[in-house]
């Protein structure tokens, strides 16, 4: 059983810049970030292969967040540059012990088979 725990969110106005952590208590292949707004579905963000290789991002975020982890810290991080009030949401860190298949199935929650308690994040106007 692994056990993420994130950290770093918070207030920001729009055009700033937070960055989450998630710290995996044991170690993972597959780490990434989801987010739910208020009367929203679960939404991909971005997600990260073991190596630290390759990369996914949803395209609400393309351009503005980059994950990045630290594999001796067992710890994912998301920077989050330029946030909109539209960014506004509860991020939630996940962790799969596979490398998926296509880059399709990392965008998918239900590939993941740990999840973090959530962190929010609220962006004002």
């Known amino acids: 059983q692994v056990q993420l725990v994130e950290s770093g969110g918070g207030l920001v106005q729009a055009g700033g810049s937070l960055r989450l952590s998630c710290a995996a208590s044991?170690?993972?292949?597959?780490m990434g970030w989801f987010r739910r707004a208020p009367g929203k579905e679960r939404e991909f963000v971005a997600s990260?292969?073991?190596?630290?290789?390759?990369?996914y991002y949803g395209d609400a975020v393309k351009g503005r967040f980059a994950i990045s982890r630290d594999n001796a810290k067992n710890t994912v991080y998301l920077q989050m540059d330029n946030l909109k009030p539209d960014d506004t949401a509860v991020y939630y860190c996940?962790?799969?012990?596979?490398?998926?298949?296509?880059?399709?199935?990392?965008?998918?929650?239900?590939?993941?088979?740990?999840w973090g308690q959530g962190t929010q994040v609220t962006v004002s106007s």
């Open positions: 044991g170690r993972t292949v597959t």
């Open positions: 990260i292969r073991g190596s630290g290789g390759s990369t």
């Open positions: 996940a962790a799969g012990l596979y490398v998926f298949s296509g880059t399709y199935a990392y965008t998918q929650s239900r590939n993941y088979a740990y």
